[in-house]
């Protein structure tokens, strides 16, 4: 009987093993490789990424688990706050000066500017709420941050926009996979919250790429990983766990006295076969929308226009936002090297309008808006790949708050993680990953206790 299976080889998943690698233990990840959403591929000194890009910063889960594998991050440099808007390019300024200098009407401009008050008294509020208090633990400070404006949508709070104010606030809130008529205030002012105070939460990139991280703990551990092994079932007994699963065709059943359900809500639903019938409803109400990113690597030979941004937001495009992953390399060059690396990315539902087209027609529909959004971007493109995720992430709905309670609560052997229990993304990821981990080493370890004390009363008996 193995100590532990943790189910899903993502950021979760692969942040419980971590915690649990001197245990028994069994990762089944259904994919060909590891990472989950998280996905790098190195090009030189460049990286390709099509998954998560920004991890949080000291004093966080993400930090503890970079200090623990050897993995190096720093903090994101260049400008978050760029923009192609009405084929206008702004890549510095006031964001608040943004509606002047883009052409639009002027009543698009004075809804832009009243709506902009809001949002930003709004961030000012979420900043001072979202902070952790001092001896508060994560669950105590994610409950109240779910609570923050949770009563309405975003749409509800800044009200109906002209088609161009809302199409600069749309690509931002719908980071989530959400739009601003499905997922709460709250949620979106938390994106505006994420861009404009550039030092607060995730705030850093992985040197080398994300991957870097994933593949250094799948190395770690292992056998104890196994890939294409697709859960079937997992069944909880009075003193034990039953996992069944498929890999490359053969059936296989394990059992371990605990497992980690590192699956999206949807999937762990499924598979948890008598899960409490309250944390089954739950998991059934947590709703996810889609990802489809694209990664490009150029090669261009001299300086351009994104050589100091991070990201542009892209309203009105295919993609909600263009993201430089050379930057940080970039950054660091005392001379600029050739060619950069980029990050297309549609989230919920521009993902929708291409997920279910071919990575050809959807890497020409992207090259379309590149070269309108940079003349002559595609003649410099040497790689160009896809990657869709029907899951990408859960946004915030009014009344996911209410839930949070019941999706936390003890599941008896099965423990939960996935970034659906909160909402810090990657943050959240390593964070639940860990708490499973460290609650089941406890229990290990009460466990041998309670059996060194039962053989030495066996012995003092038999004496």
Known sequence: MKDVIIIGGGLAGLSAAWRLKH?????????????????????GEYWLNWGGHLYAGAGSATDELFQSVGTSAAPVPGILTAMSLNGKLLVGGRVELFPFRVPMSWKARFAMIRAGAKVRAAVIKYGKMAKKRPGENDRVQQQRILEFMSDRTFADFTGKLPPDADAIFRPTVSRSTGSPETMTAGSGVGYFNLIWNKSEGLSRNIVG?????????????????????NVLEVLQKEDSVVVSYIQNGVKHVEEARYAVLATPATITKKIAKNIDPEIADALGQVTYGPHVSAAFLT????PQVWDDVYSFATPKRSFDIILHQSNLVRSMETHRQPGSSFMTFSP?????????????????????????IFPGFSDHVVEAQVNKFPFGSAYVFPGREKIQPILTKSAGRLFLAGDYLGTFYTETAIQTGFTAAQNINS??????????KEKKLKAAVSN
């Open 299 to 302: 090669n261009e030979t001299g």
């Open 348 to 372: 919920g539902e521009s993902g929708r309008r291409l997920i279910d087209k071919s990575d050809e027609e959807i890497i020409q529909i992207y090259l379309k808006d590149l070269n309108e």
């Open 23 to 43: 245990h028994d233990i069994l990762l089944l990840e259904s994919d060909d490789r590891i990472g989950g959403r998280v996905r790098s591929e190195r090009r």
């Open 209 to 229: 790429g994300p991957s870097t991280l994933t593949n250094t703990i799948a190395t770690t551990l292992g056998e104890r990983v196994q890939l294409n092994a």
């Open 443 to 452: 229990l290990l370890e009460f466990g041998i206790f309670e059996s060194q």
